[in-house]
């Protein structure tokens, strides 16, 4: 009799700890006081560490500017260096709170694994890299090669695809993580580098002689990189969406990091409401209203972040193309504030 | 008489009525304790259930297992059964499991040749020789198997030319960067024949040596050596002459990029079969030594002493007694062989743990059910090793009448 | 008789001379070539030593670069490239662990080799001070040394049960007062809960005392040591992150061996239970553990565990690769003292029994301190086996001295031929005298032991 009692103590216990109240994930990273942001092993331009262990990288700007919107702090943020392979179980398990890693938007991903893509930070497309010497000027001759890939991405798709499609031959060798991918094509293992030409382009850097490799004039494919986060809390979904919302709109409303406390006095009701003088956007999305304000004076807006990281002002010189914004041409296209 | 039984029995109806702690009964508090074990146990593992459940519930995650099913979309680097990019998952689990059998079957037979002549190497007279070993063995087993296998990969076959510049081996054989280019043999029409001569030899040839060993048993010696190498080679290179060489052979051939035609010999293949078997081999001599020397010495002696020679003392007397202590620990370094050709992940060898627990789990999602196939998968490999290794072990153990 | 005999010698054969001569040169010439095998046996050695040895002699020392900062200097060197080392040193023993506070590891290493030596020789004094200094004492200091302590404990049991939060974030000293009310509450409740299970289990008032006392004791040490890493000792946190090479190898090593001990004392004894359901649990626990490769653990435990948790809900990462490479090397022990137990002969159970002792006098001081001795060098050779599968951490992100070794290759900086053959060598020769220095040691416990017996 009383070993019954204690058997069902024990279970009420074990029920009690289990019967918990889902916390939203804004409150639970204001609780805990960081931002858990997933990123790459090292993509330069994209995500990668110094040998102190600081991050810089479009994709760690956008981390640094959801941080920023929620506590005004852009350096609250831990960041877990992800292989692509392991990215989507880190964020399915909640290790990390938004996984910003040149991760493309596909339907599967957006479905069955449980995510939402929030947004597009880099239109991009999946390219070739050879060394001058094979003498190579177009993808279509690359039948019988050796193509170096990385798994657990859309490119490993891409290319099954492209040289299937074909009728081509090749052999796959598909490594773990970029820098084993990158040091095997540098070692003579593959005749062909495949992946999105904007990795291409950094991961070029990282070659013994990066001017002795050239990069094929074919894109094989759709790849809009974004970041992601997992489903079930839509609160945090749009606070992610709309961090980079407000850093393209303040692009395409002249707003920079320079200018934005001047910014801040313009008759212009466009940008005032995405600085918060008018309105309460901010409140809406669980931020403050001043989340604009922030993003952009520790940050910067879209145009910046790109120049700074990819574009002309960084070493991968990067031409914006299809990352202009619309109304110069480009994809770049970011839904009213109001 | 009757008053000390009266006083026996009042003695013990007070012991009986005094207050007793439940916990004295030793059998009650063996259940009591495990029923609180189980009841943690169960507990735990019903919150960790319902944990998953809601997890995976709140954030969309599908489940299931219909995802064998569904086109797997991504190529393999070396698949032993015919396998496409519009193959399933399912199909691709198989080419997996079949290239981490691959690596590990080959591996215990290469580690067990190679480690047994280490392990008599150590034993040897010779003292360079037997200091090599020493030496080999120590090195080895003191170094990482992810560092060599890294160490192979990286450094021995990364740093190898490229296809145009390889390495030419008489014979057909290139060796690059690429990996071992070997000829491959076509079997042609006829080469039935040879193989069922082959089969014939070979049993001719195990009669024999029942023959042999009942003569053994009388007695009698029998030298049988170079007749049983004579029924296995000569039937089956006869009916090659008779079938009218039926069996060629595609050489590798420089086209293009890469070499074509010919059997291919990946290196990440390479480097971990070189690293698993030189690494294994290590704990395996030290095993075979141990096992030598727990053989008294009057064995060989009683041996030297009917007119033995050195190597036949060793195979014939020291060990078969040696196999009976060796076998056990055989059985684990072979496990610990399997389980570590999952370290292929490193350095991309598609083995089972790279092609299902690494670009399935990524493409389909469905960690919890991916990990826990792969976790019973190695379980099953490591229970059916050791199931078949007792087998052996029990037919070695010591016949006592 | 004799006629029956074909031939007998009639006369003495001439005596021949020894067969190995004296004089110690001598002696090993003829011992390495006594015959055509080992003639062959023996040349074949002198090759192999040729070819291995002396090109390695070149390239480490010979033909190698000792000097400079960049690559530039081992340019046209066909040695070994050692600036390259100088360069990523900082990283090959701490990470990126932050360059002003590498004090603190360093002081972690130093303590530990003060500590660990005296231990490891046996005629050493103070033998249970040193061991209560290594194992209690030493793991709180590293971890607070490491991480800069100051945990910010929040809540405890009644805190996540009942929402205890009387004090709201009240701090003392770095120290939130709710969590420690709680904690103090907690422990006086465990104990009643205790002292009322006595009671309804009718125990008798001395063991009732004993249990409510267990319980305290246990709290107290427990809170202990959470007060030492709560305390706000100054130091600047540094996330485990950031932590890496040689220091992440130590760190997994020594926790996941300090751990695995106790638990595989543990499940060994489970094992041996005559309790049938503590003895399946142990054997599937066992079994399940020794079966699974480590890296699916390693994914499991880095990806996967927050999955298996209660929402918000988070284990730092490094400790959940800890808690996973502990439990995978208690299974390992487990096995190791179940030998060591069955080395016990029967009699020493029986006579501990004839003595009065219960079950858990019985093993810890008559069984256990016997076959925990016997098993030393297995148990060594058990800890050589986890600091070489401590490389495995690679696999799931976490740079140990392996990993930075691989994240070296990568910098285009240092992208010479020679580079690759430079850092295997170092980072093998580390491996090597680690791992060649405890077999060493093993070996010279078990010619001890042999020499105790005999």
Request: net charge positive; proline share 5%; hydrophobic share 50%.
């Given at each position: 009799m009383?070993?019954?009692?204690?058997?069902l103590l024990?279970?009420a216990?074990?029920?009690?700890?289990?019967?918990?109240?889902?916390?939203a994930v804004?409150?639970?990273?204001?609780a805990k006081?960081?931002?858990?942001?997933?990123?790459?092993?090292?993509?330069p331009?994209?995500?990668?560490?110094?040998d102190k262990?600081?991050?810089?990288g479009?994709?760690?700007?956008?981390?640094?500017?959801i941080?920023?919107?929620?506590?005004?702090?852009p350096?609250?943020?831990?960041?877990?260096p992800l292989?692509?392979?392991?990215?989507?179980t880190?964020l399915?398990s909640?290790?990390?709170?938004?996984?910003?890693?040149n991760?493309?938007?596909t339907?599967s991903?957006?479905t069955?694994?449980?995510?939402?893509?929030?947004?597009?930070?880099?239109?991009?497309?999946?390219?070739?890299?050879?060394?001058?010497?094979?003498k190579?000027n177009?993808?279509?001759?690359?039948?019988?090669?050796?193509?170096?890939t990385?798994t657990?991405?859309?490119?490993?798709?891409?290319?099954a695809?492209?040289?299937?499609?074909?009728k081509?031959k090749?052999?796959?060798?598909?490594f773990?993580?970029?820098d084993e991918t990158?040091k095997?094509?540098d070692?003579?293992?593959?005749d062909?580098?495949?992946?999105?030409?904007?990795?291409?382009?950094?991961?070029k850097l990282?070659l013994a002689k990066?001017?002795?490799?050239?990069i094929?004039?074919?894109?094989?494919?759709k790849e809009p990189?974004g970041p992601?986060?997992r489903?079930?809390?839509?609160?945090?979904?749009?606070?992610?969406?709309?961090?980079?919302?407000?850093?393209?709109?303040?692009?395409e409303?002249?707003v920079?990091?320079?200018?934005?406390?001047?910014?801040?006095?313009?008759?212009n009701?466009e940008?005032?409401?995405?600085?918060?003088i008018?309105?309460k956007?901010?409140?809406a999305?669980?931020?403050?209203n001043?989340?604009?304000v922030?993003i952009l004076?520790?940050?910067?807006?879209y145009g910046?972040?790109?120049?700074?990281?990819?574009?002309a002002?960084?070493?991968?010189?990067?031409?914006?193309?299809?990352?202009?914004?619309?109304s110069k041409?480009?994809?770049?296209?970011?839904?009213?504030?109001r | 008489?009757?008053?000390?039984a009266s006083?026996i029995?009042?003695?013990?109806?007070?012991?009986?009525r005094s207050?007793?702690s439940?916990?004295?009964d030793p059998?009650l508090?063996?259940i009591?304790?495990?029923?609180?074990?189980?009841i943690?146990?169960a507990g735990?593992?019903?919150?960790?259930?319902e944990?998953v459940?809601a997890?995976?519930?709140?954030?969309?995650?599908a489940?299931?297992f219909?995802?064998?099913?569904?086109t797997?979309?991504?190529a393999?680097?070396?698949t032993?059964i015919?396998?496409?990019?519009?193959?399933?998952?399912?199909?691709?689990?198989?080419?997996g499991?079949?290239n981490?059998?691959?690596?590990?079957g080959?591996g215990i037979v290469?580690?067990?040749?190679?480690?047994?002549?280490?392990g008599v190497?150590?034993l040897?007279?010779?003292?360079?020789l037997s200091?090599l070993?020493?030496?080999?063995v120590?090195?080895?087993?003191?170094?990482?198997?992810?560092?060599?296998?890294?160490f192979?990969?990286?450094?021995?076959?990364g740093?190898?030319?490229?296809?145009?510049q390889?390495?030419?081996?008489?014979g057909?054989?290139?060796?690059?960067?690429?990996?071992?280019m070997?000829?491959?043999?076509?079997?042609?029409?006829?080469?039935?024949a040879?193989l069922?001569?082959?089969l014939?030899?070979?049993?001719?040839?195990?009669?024999?040596?029942l023959?042999?060993?009942?003569?053994?048993?009388?007695?009698k010696?029998?030298a049988t050596?170079?007749?049983?190498l004579?029924?296995v080679?000569?039937?089956?290179?006869a009916?090659?002459v008779?079938a009218?060489?039926?069996?060629s052979?595609?050489?590798?051939?420089?086209?293009?990029?890469?070499?074509s035609?010919?059997?291919?010999?990946?290196?990440?293949?390479?480097?971990?079969?070189?690293a698993?078997?030189?690494?294994t081999a290590?704990?395996i001599?030290?095993?075979?030594r141990?096992?030598i020397?727990?053989?008294p010495?009057?064995?060989?002696?009683?041996?030297?002493?009917?007119?033995?020679r050195?190597?036949?003392?060793?195979?014939?007397v020291?060990?078969?007694q040696?196999?009976?202590v060796?076998?056990p620990?055989?059985?684990?370094?072979?496990?610990?062989?399997?389980k570590n050709?999952?370290?292929?992940?490193?350095?991309g060898y598609?083995d089972?743990f790279?092609?299902?627990?690494?670009t399935?789990l990524?493409?389909?999602?469905?960690?919890?059910?991916?990990?826990?196939?792969?976790?019973?998968v190695?379980?099953?490999?490591?229970?059916?090793?050791?199931a078949?290794?007792?087998?052996?072990?029990r037919?070695?153990?010591l016949?006592?009448r | 008789?004799?006629?029956d005999?074909?031939?007998?010698?009639?006369?003495l054969?001439?005596?021949?001379?020894?067969p190995i001569?004296?004089?110690?040169?001598?002696?090993?010439v003829?011992?390495l070539?006594?015959g055509?095998?080992?003639i062959?046996?023996?040349?074949f050695?002198?090759?192999l030593i040729a070819?291995?040895?002396?090109?390695?002699?070149?390239?480490l020392?010979?033909?190698a670069?000792?000097q400079?900062?960049?690559?530039?200097?081992?340019?046209?060197?066909?040695?070994?490239?050692w600036p390259?080392?100088?360069?990523?040193?900082?990283?090959?023993?701490?990470?990126?662990?932050?360059?002003?506070?590498r004090?603190?590891?360093?002081l972690v290493?130093?303590?530990?080799?003060?500590l660990l030596?005296?231990?490891?020789v046996?005629s050493?004094p103070?033998?249970?001070?040193?061991?209560?200094?290594?194992?209690?004492?030493?793991p709180?200091a590293g971890f607070?040394?490491l991480?800069?302590?100051?945990?910010?404990?929040?809540?405890?049991?009644l805190?996540?049960?009942l929402?205890?939060?009387?004090?709201?974030?009240?701090?003392?000293?770095g120290?939130h007062?709710?969590?420690w009310?709680?904690?103090?509450?907690?422990a006086l409740l465990?104990?009643?809960?205790?002292a009322?299970?006595?009671t309804?289990?009718?125990?008798?008032?001395?063991?009732?005392?004993?249990a409510?006392?267990?319980v305290l004791?246990?709290f107290?040490?427990?809170g202990a040591?959470l007060?030492a890493?709560?305390?706000?000792?100054?130091?600047?946190?540094?996330?485990?992150?950031s932590?890496?090479?040689?220091?992440?190898?130590?760190?997994v090593a020594?926790?996941?061996?300090?751990a695995s001990?106790?638990?595989?004392i543990?499940?060994?004894l489970?094992?041996r239970?005559?309790?049938?359901?503590i003895?399946?649990?142990?054997?599937i626990?066992?079994?399940?553990?020794r079966g699974?490769?480590?890296i699916t653990?390693?994914?499991?435990?880095?990806?996967?565990l927050p999955l298996f948790?209660?929402t918000?809900v988070?284990?730092?990462?490094?400790?959940?690769?800890l808690i996973?490479?502990a439990?995978?090397?208690?299974a390992?022990?487990a096995?190791?003292v179940?030998?060591?137990?069955?080395?016990?002969?029967?009699?020493?159970?029986?006579?501990?029994?004839?003595?009065?002792?219960g079950y858990?006098?019985?093993m810890?001081?008559?069984?256990?301190?016997?076959?925990l001795?016997i098993v030393?060098?297995?148990?060594?050779?058990?800890?050589?086996?986890l600091?070489?599968?401590?490389?495995?951490?690679?696999?799931?992100?976490?740079?140990?001295l392996?990993?930075?070794l691989?994240?070296a290759?990568?910098?285009?900086?240092?992208?010479?031929?020679?580079t690759?053959?430079?850092?295997?060598a170092?980072?093998?020769?580390i491996?090597?005298?680690f791992?060649?220095?405890?077999?060493?040691y093993a070996?010279?416990?078990?010619?001890r032991?042999?020499?105790?017996?005999?």
């Amino acid at each position: 009799m009383h070993r019954f009692v204690y058997a069902l103590l024990i279970i009420a216990g074990f029920s009690v700890s289990t019967a918990r109240v889902e916390a939203a994930v804004l409150d639970q990273i204001k609780a805990k006081g960081f931002l858990q942001c997933g990123v790459s092993q090292g993509i330069p331009g994209f995500s990668s560490p110094d040998d102190k262990g600081n991050w810089t990288g479009l994709d760690v700007d956008v981390c640094r500017a959801i941080a920023a919107a929620i506590f005004n702090d852009p350096t609250k943020v831990k960041y877990t260096p992800l292989s692509a392979k392991d990215r989507f179980t880190a964020l399915q398990s909640a290790e990390i709170d938004v996984l910003s890693r040149n991760t493309t938007w596909t339907l599967s991903r957006d479905t069955s694994l449980g995510l939402n893509f929030t947004g597009v930070i880099y239109y991009d497309g999946q390219g070739f890299m050879v060394r001058k010497d094979k003498k190579v000027n177009s993808a279509l001759e690359l039948s019988g090669a050796s193509v170096c890939t990385q798994t657990g991405t859309t490119t490993e798709l891409n290319v099954a695809d492209f040289f299937r499609s074909r009728k081509m031959k090749y052999d796959i060798v598909a490594f773990a993580t970029a820098d084993e991918t990158v040091k095997a094509y540098d070692s003579g293992r593959c005749d062909v580098f495949t992946t999105d030409v904007s990795q291409l382009t950094a991961e070029k850097l990282k070659l013994a002689k990066p001017d002795d490799h050239i990069i094929l004039p074919e894109i094989i494919s759709k790849e809009p990189l974004g970041p992601v986060v997992r489903q079930g809390d839509e609160q945090w979904f749009d606070v992610v969406k709309w961090t980079l919302y407000a850093m393209i709109n303040a692009e395409e409303l002249g707003v920079t990091s320079k200018n934005v406390t001047e910014m801040t006095k313009s008759p212009n009701p466009e940008i005032k409401r995405l600085l918060g003088i008018e309105g309460k956007f901010g409140e809406a999305l669980g931020l403050s209203n001043d989340w604009g304000v922030r993003i952009l004076k520790h940050v910067g807006n879209y145009g910046e972040i790109f120049d700074r990281n990819v574009g002309a002002n960084s070493k991968l010189n990067i031409d914006r193309g299809l990352n202009k914004l619309w109304s110069k041409g480009g994809l770049q296209y970011a839904p009213p504030i109001r | 008489m009757s008053e000390t039984a009266s006083e026996i029995s009042k003695i013990a109806d007070a012991g009986r009525r005094s207050r007793r702690s439940l916990l004295d009964d030793p059998r009650l508090r063996a259940i009591l304790l495990q029923a609180l074990l189980l009841i943690v146990v169960a507990g735990l593992g019903w919150a960790l259930f319902e944990n998953v459940r809601a997890n995976l519930a709140s954030r969309n995650i599908a489940s299931g297992f219909g995802f064998f099913d569904v086109t797997a979309g991504f190529a393999i680097g070396q698949t032993l059964i015919p396998y496409a990019e519009s193959s399933t998952y399912g199909r691709a689990f198989v080419v997996g499991l079949l290239n981490t059998l691959l690596v590990s079957g080959i591996g215990i037979v290469l580690t067990t040749v190679l480690g047994f002549l280490i392990g008599v190497a150590r034993l040897s007279r010779n003292a360079l020789l037997s200091r090599l070993a020493g030496a080999y063995v120590e090195v080895v087993r003191n170094l990482p198997l992810l560092f060599q296998i890294l160490f192979w990969y990286l450094a021995v076959l990364g740093t190898m030319p490229g296809p145009r510049q390889s390495l030419s081996i008489p014979g057909g054989v290139y060796l690059n960067n690429r990996g071992i280019m070997l000829p491959k043999p076509l079997f042609g029409a006829g080469s039935g024949a040879i193989l069922i001569a082959f089969l014939a030899g070979c049993a001719l040839a195990w009669m024999l040596s029942l023959w042999a060993r009942r003569r053994r048993a009388a007695g009698k010696t029998v030298a049988t050596g170079w007749i049983t190498l004579a029924l296995v080679i000569a039937p089956p290179a006869a009916a090659f002459v008779l079938a009218g060489a039926p069996i060629s052979f595609e050489r590798p051939e420089l086209t293009g990029f890469n070499f074509s035609g010919g059997l291919r010999i990946l290196p990440e293949f390479l480097a971990l079969l070189v690293a698993l078997v030189t690494y294994t081999a290590a704990y395996i001599a030290e095993i075979v030594r141990a096992g030598i020397l727990a053989i008294p010495r009057g064995q060989a002696e009683a041996a030297y002493s009917l007119g033995l020679r050195r190597a036949p003392t060793l195979r014939l007397v020291v060990l078969p007694q040696a196999m009976r202590v060796i076998v056990p620990p055989l059985t684990s370094q072979y496990l610990n062989l399997t389980k570590n050709s999952s370290l292929a992940a490193a350095i991309g060898y598609p083995d089972f743990f790279y092609v299902f627990a690494g670009t399935t789990l990524n493409q389909t999602g469905q960690a919890i059910e991916i990990i826990a196939i792969t976790m019973a998968v190695y379980l099953l490999i490591s229970l059916l090793t050791s199931a078949a290794m007792n087998v052996y072990n029990r037919r070695l153990a010591l016949q006592e009448r | 008789m004799a006629g029956d005999a074909a031939f007998v010698r009639t006369a003495l054969t001439a005596s021949q001379p020894p067969p190995i001569p004296a004089g110690p040169l001598h002696g090993i010439v003829r011992g390495l070539f006594f015959g055509p095998l080992n003639i062959a046996l023996t040349l074949f050695s002198i090759f192999l030593i040729a070819l291995l040895v002396l090109p390695l002699m070149r390239f480490l020392f010979v033909d190698a670069a000792w000097q400079g900062t960049d690559s530039t200097a081992c340019l046209g060197v066909s040695g070994a490239c050692w600036p390259f080392i100088w360069a990523k040193l900082g990283q090959f023993i701490y990470g990126v662990y932050p360059e002003a506070l590498r004090w603190r590891p360093d002081l972690v290493f130093a303590l530990g080799a003060l500590l660990l030596a005296p231990l490891l020789v046996q005629s050493a004094p103070f033998k249970r001070l040193n061991a209560f200094l290594f194992f209690a004492i030493y793991p709180v200091a590293g971890f607070v040394l490491l991480t800069g302590g100051n945990l910010d404990l929040k809540h405890f049991l009644l805190g996540r049960l009942l929402a205890w939060d009387i004090f709201g974030s009240a701090t003392a000293a770095g120290l939130h007062l709710s969590f420690w009310s709680d904690y103090g509450a907690s422990a006086l409740l465990l104990a009643a809960l205790a002292a009322a299970g006595a009671t309804l289990l009718r125990a008798r008032a001395r063991n009732a005392a004993l249990a409510v006392l267990a319980v305290l004791a246990v709290f107290a040490v427990v809170g202990a040591m959470l007060l030492a890493v709560d305390l706000d000792l100054g130091l600047a946190p540094v996330e485990t992150r950031s932590w890496g090479g040689l220091m992440v190898t130590l760190v997994v090593a020594v926790t996941g061996i300090v751990a695995s001990l106790p638990l595989g004392i543990m499940l060994a004894l489970g094992r041996r239970s005559e309790m049938p359901i503590i003895r399946l649990l142990s054997v599937i626990f066992i079994e399940f553990w020794r079966g699974v490769p480590l890296i699916t653990v390693l994914f499991f435990a880095t990806y996967m565990l927050p999955l298996f948790l209660p929402t918000g809900v988070s284990v730092d990462g490094l400790l959940r690769v800890l808690i996973g490479v502990a439990l995978f090397s208690a299974a390992y022990m487990a096995e190791v003292v179940r030998g060591g137990l069955q080395a016990i002969p029967r009699g020493q159970y029986e006579a501990a029994q004839a003595l009065g002792l219960g079950y858990w006098r019985t093993m810890i001081e008559v069984v256990l301190p016997q076959a925990l001795a016997i098993v030393i060098p297995g148990i060594v050779n058990n800890f050589i086996g986890l600091f070489k599968d401590t490389t495995l951490v690679l696999i799931v992100a976490i740079f140990d001295l392996l990993g930075q070794l691989r994240a070296a290759f990568a910098d285009p900086a240092w992208a010479g031929p020679t580079t690759l053959y430079t850092g295997f060598a170092f980072a093998g020769i580390i491996y090597f005298v680690f791992c060649y220095g405890m077999s060493r040691y093993a070996h010279l416990l078990e010619l001890r032991a042999a020499a105790v017996q005999r």
